[in-house]
């Protein structure tokens, strides 16, 4: 009796036995980073899911709850960096209160470095940017919902450890150009296109996540300390 041969395909890991859902989140995620929110379509990401169509309705009701769920599995750990780096600035300066500087460095530090994933791209930079170029009303839901109190709380900080002549609006101001700042840096590191990097002739290495936080530090905090607006 002929001996059984045992194939390769019988031997590799069955890469189907990974839960459904989690591939449609992964399959998800690349398809609206490469091809945006509004192109990208639930039939290219059941496919790369390899799942039914009818799939995504299924685990999450619709392609809208889909992107919540993405955003929110990237924005977690970030969101939570930033507090935890502030709330260990806070405990590190008491009874007193951390420096401007410290707090600056809490905002920054985290979004610069979670942002940069292991291929050197910033996949959740090009997530954030869809969503404030095109807001809709999930999205903005969204924001409220899981970001909005992190901010606040940055807010507040700022407001005890920012010069004594800006008043909260002022501190809401500079907050949002701080967060354009990094945004504008972090797209413009990005490995798609390294335009900074270009555009300087190598002057601006910004493959170097510690000169960015560095340069971004320094600027930010020239803003919160230049005078008010009156």
């Not at 989140?25 to 379509?41: C, M, P, S």
């Not at 940017?129 to 919902?145: A, D, K, V």
Request: some cysteine; aromatic content about 8%; proline content about 5%.
């Amino acid at each position: 009796m002929a001996r059984k041969t045992t194939s390769a395909a019988e031997t590799a890991p069955d890469e189907r036995t990974e839960d459904p859902r989690d591939r449609i989140i992964a399959a998800a995620r690349e398809v609206f980073i490469e091809q945006g929110f509004d192109l990208a379509t639930v039939r290219e990401i059941t496919l790369r899911a390899d799942v039914n169509v009818a799939a995504v309705n299924y685990y999450f009701g619709s392609k809208d709850e889909l992107i919540s769920e993405v955003l929110n599995l990237m924005m977690e750990p970030y969101t939570h960096a930033r507090i935890a780096a502030l709330e260990a600035c806070e405990t590190a300066a008491r009874p007193g209160t951390p420096s401007l500087s410290d707090v600056i460095e809490a905002l920054i530090r985290p979004m610069v470095q979670l942002s940069r994933d292991s291929t050197g791209a910033r996949p959740l930079t090009r997530l954030i940017l869809q969503i404030r170029s095109r807001p809709r009303e999930f999205t903005t839901r969204f924001f409220i919902r899981r970001v909005d109190p992190a901010v606040f709380r940055f807010i507040d900080a700022f407001e005890k450890v920012a010069p004594e002549q800006l008043e909260r609006k002022d501190i809401f101001w500079r907050y949002n150009f701080a967060i354009g700042a990094v945004m504008q840096v972090l797209i413009d590191s990005d490995q798609a296109s390294n335009r900074l990097k270009h555009l300087s002739g190598g002057l601006c290495d910004t493959d170097d996540d510690e000169q960015i936080i560095a340069q971004l530090k320094a600027f930010v905090t020239a803003g919160f300390l230049a005078p008010a607006v009156r």
